[in-house]
């Protein structure tokens, strides 16, 4: 009797453990370390938006930031890779252009760079100095805004393209830039994961038609926000609205995978500070019970939506008497649910928070 008691006490803290834990991140660089310093907390972490560019030193930039990041804040980078095919402005397929091979040149340099990132310091891939890295590729593909989504249009139609294309096309374009990857040799999914992320809105067509399949991908995500008044014919959203039935979809769309909030944020306007404290208190309550291993702060301003948690033009709090922030952010993150990093760790994180968001006891 006391044996099986005993297993079923390891079988709960066992599923406490797996259930109710979850790696954080956030946009913004420039405000390492101050936000660590704030939340008490180091981030596990640090976004870096990146479209595909024929300018080489944009490249060079991206690694060398990613470098800093690891070694100076203990970040570790997670790489929005947005595929703007830059040589085929006017075409409305480009999506098929970069599968049939028409950026293999510039994949290729990509991937020698990101092998040499994710070798560590003795520059040898596969062992135990090695780095890791997310790359968050051509997300949100089922809106209307971004040239890789089938049917992308009034941003679109600013650069001349009038594209006409098929998730059929996007999930050929996924797959052949992770089979690139793959054949370079370092593909591997304790090093590099895929996050495969949908916006909140569903523009396009159902979004499982998108899923490259349980391969190609480590995580799935979604990216929420509620933009208030700012934006044409919206009002103010409550994040039950904003993730309502969300997870039931990704979750529909693969079991096995780990869900990611990769972009979330909310603005004060019509409500105030105080609505947007309780917003943020809201997110990360349905995110522990919806079992999100991952999430990330937008924590990025334009004009004046204040979409920020830290360093924005408002808040309910000030720290170090220079930066305006949000407290219900910083009391969130002081549960231990949320998995930070460890600097002691040469790798900052064990596998199975990179891999899960979660760490096993065996």
Same mark, same amino acid.
């Given at each position: 009797?006391?044996?099986s008691?005993n297993?079923a006490?390891l079988?709960?803290i066992?599923?406490?453990?797996?259930s109710?834990?979850?790696i954080?991140?956030?946009f913004?660089?420039?405000?390492?370390?101050? /936000?660590?310093?704030?939340?008490?907390? =180091?981030? =596990? /972490?640090q976004?870096?938006?990146? !479209?595909?560019?024929?300018?080489?030193?944009i490249?060079?930039?991206?690694?060398?930031?990613?470098?800093?990041?690891?070694?100076?804040?203990?970040h570790?980078?997670?790489?929005?890779?947005?595929?703007y095919a830059?040589?085929?402005?006017?075409s409305p397929?480009?999506?098929?252009i970069?599968?049939?091979?028409?950026?293999?040149?510039?994949?290729?340099?990509?991937? /020698?760079?990101?092998?040499?990132f994710?070798?560590?310091?003795?520059?040898?891939?596969?062992n135990?100095?090695?780095?890791?890295?997310? /790359?968050?590729?051509?997300?949100?593909?089922?809106g209307?805004?971004?040239?890789?989504?089938?049917?992308?249009?009034?941003?679109?139609?600013q650069?001349?393209?009038?594209?006409?294309?098929?998730?059929?096309?996007y999930?050929n374009m996924?797959?052949?830039?992770?089979?690139?990857?793959?054949?370079?040799g370092?593909?591997?999914?304790?090093r590099l994961?895929?996050?495969? =992320?949908?916006?909140n809105?569903n523009?396009?067509k159902?979004?499982?038609?998108?899923?490259?399949?349980?391969?190609y991908?480590?995580?799935?995500?979604?990216? !929420?926000?509620?933009?208030?008044d700012?934006?044409?014919n919206?009002?103010w959203?409550?994040?039950?609205?904003?993730f309502k039935?969300?997870?039931?979809?990704?979750?529909?769309?693969?079991?096995?995978?780990?869900?990611?909030?990769?972009?979330f944020?909310?603005?004060?306007?019509?409500k105030?500070?105080?609505?947007?404290?309780q917003?943020?208190?809201?997110?990360?309550?349905?995110?522990k019970k919806?079992?999100v291993?991952?999430?990330?702060?937008? *924590?990025?301003?334009? !004009?004046?939506?204040?979409?920020?948690?830290?360093? !924005?033009p408002?808040?309910?709090?000030?720290?170090q008497f220079?930066? *305006?922030?949000?407290?219900?952010?910083?009391?969130a993150?002081?549960?231990?649910?949320?998995?930070?990093?460890n600097s002691?760790?040469?790798?900052?994180?064990?596998?199975?928070?990179f891999?899960?968001?979660?760490?096993?006891?065996?």
């Amino acid at each position: 009797m006391k044996t099986s008691f005993n297993i079923a006490v390891l079988i709960l803290i066992l599923f406490v453990c797996q259930s109710f834990a979850s790696i954080f991140g956030y946009f913004s660089p420039e405000l390492s370390p101050s /936000i660590d310093k704030w939340v008490t907390k =180091t981030h =596990t /972490i640090q976004n870096f938006m990146s !479209g595909w560019s024929g300018d080489s030193n944009i490249m060079n930039n991206l690694f060398t930031s990613m470098s800093r990041t690891w070694h100076e804040y203990s970040h570790v980078p997670l790489i929005t890779w947005m595929p703007y095919a830059w040589r085929n402005w006017t075409s409305p397929n480009p999506n098929d252009i970069i599968a049939n091979g028409g950026y293999d040149d510039y994949l290729r340099e990509f991937g /020698i760079k990101l092998k040499k990132f994710l070798a560590g310091p003795d520059g040898i891939y596969g062992n135990k100095d090695d780095r890791r890295a997310y /790359i968050r590729f051509a997300h949100q593909m089922n809106g209307n805004w971004f040239p890789w989504a089938p049917n992308c249009a009034w941003s679109c139609e600013q650069t001349g393209q009038h594209i006409s294309q098929s998730s059929h096309s996007y999930v050929n374009m996924w797959k052949h830039v992770v089979d690139l990857f793959d054949d370079m040799g370092f593909y591997n999914a304790s090093r590099l994961q895929f996050i495969w =992320t949908v916006n909140n809105i569903n523009f396009q067509k159902p979004i499982e038609e998108f899923y490259p399949g349980d391969y190609y991908v480590g995580w799935i995500g979604v990216d !929420g926000y509620n933009f208030g008044d700012t934006v044409p014919n919206h009002d103010w959203e409550p994040a039950t609205t904003v993730f309502k039935n969300v997870f039931g979809l990704l979750r529909n769309i693969s079991k096995e995978k780990p869900v990611a909030i990769t972009e979330f944020g909310s603005v004060t306007s019509p409500k105030g500070i105080d609505d947007k404290v309780q917003w943020i208190t809201d997110s990360f309550e349905i995110f522990k019970k919806n079992d999100v291993k991952m999430i990330l702060s937008f *924590n990025v301003d334009g !004009g004046k939506t204040d979409l920020s948690v830290f360093g !924005g033009p408002k808040g309910d709090e000030i720290f170090q008497f220079s930066w *305006n922030a949000y407290s219900s952010y910083r009391r969130a993150l002081q549960d231990d649910w949320i998995i930070g990093t460890n600097s002691m760790n040469p790798r900052l994180i064990s596998d199975d928070v990179f891999m899960f968001g979660e760490e096993k006891l065996f």
